[in-house]
């Protein structure tokens, strides 16, 4: 596999960034309210003209209706969007990732057994616990799990591995959980953008859930790495300090 670690292409935020982001976050929630006020009218004149029978009032209910689906087009970005923008608020405290993962496994268990997806745990013994918001690390990965799971559906099932491990790099120590999956792999393509906001391979996907997943991670002074090939699978792994 070709390992790629995202968070050195990553510029950390200046502080001009993080005035540029309040100030995006403002103007986003400007725009939410009269978004809304347009689309309940939008909706109300629909509503009168639901008896609409000439051509022509068929036509502007057409109409009308584009207008108001496209507004609740808007609406969902916007949402996302102040969701990204958003801060989280750490709650560290001394918890065991072993624990979370295991607890995590069993969660997802029963679905992936639905889907012909074998889960396996390799978690080290002697990880040790430390500082992290084990909510927010939860939300991590159960994204990741989710996004694998959903790799392998389409493929007759496979295997979703979850493993945890503590490492020596770039002078710290560091507690590791891996999300290893056999599913079809990306592409290179793929593999630089995932992180992008709003990039997704899925269809119906929001190409939100990776952009927060780093921005958590990143918060807990952490990073990621991903390797991936296409027709093997991918990896997952979330480095976060063992020590403040």
Not at 163 to 179: F, H, Q
Request: glycine share 8%; hydrophobic share 40%.
């Amino acid at each position: 596999m070709a390992d790629t670690n995202i968070s050195s292409a990553i510029r950390r935020a200046g502080s001009w960034e993080v005035d540029v982001a309040a100030m995006a976050g403002t103007l986003v929630h400007e725009i939410k309210n009269p978004l809304s006020t347009i689309n309940i009218n939008a909706q109300l004149v629909i509503e009168d003209w639901k008896e609409a029978d000439t051509p022509r009032e068929r036509r502007t209910i057409r109409r009308l209706t584009v207008i108001s689906s496209e507004i609740q087009r808007l609406e969902h970005i916007v949402q996302t969007f102040l969701r990204f923008t958003e801060r989280h608020e750490l709650n560290p405290r001394p918890s065991s990732l072993n624990l979370l993962v295991e607890d995590l496994a069993e969660l997802v268990g029963e679905e992936a057994s639905g889907n012909d997806i074998r889960v396996r745990l390799g978690l080290d013994p002697h990880l040790e616990e430390f500082s992290f918001d084990a909510d927010l690390i939860r939300q991590v990965l159960l994204n990741l799990v989710q996004n694998a799971q959903q790799a392998m559906s389409g493929t007759g099932g496979g295997e979703l591995i979850l493993k945890t491990r503590s490492v020596e790099d770039r002078g710290r120590r560091w507690a590791v959980c891996e999300v290893i999956d056999t599913g079809p792999g990306m592409s290179p393509r793929c593999l630089d953008k995932i992180f992008d906001l709003y990039f997704s391979t899925k269809d119906e996907g929001s190409g939100l859930g990776l952009a927060i997943s780093r921005r958590i991670v990143e918060e807990h002074g952490g990073f990621f790495r991903v390797q991936s090939e296409e027709g093997k699978g991918s990896q997952f792994s979330v480095y976060l300090p063992l020590s403040a």
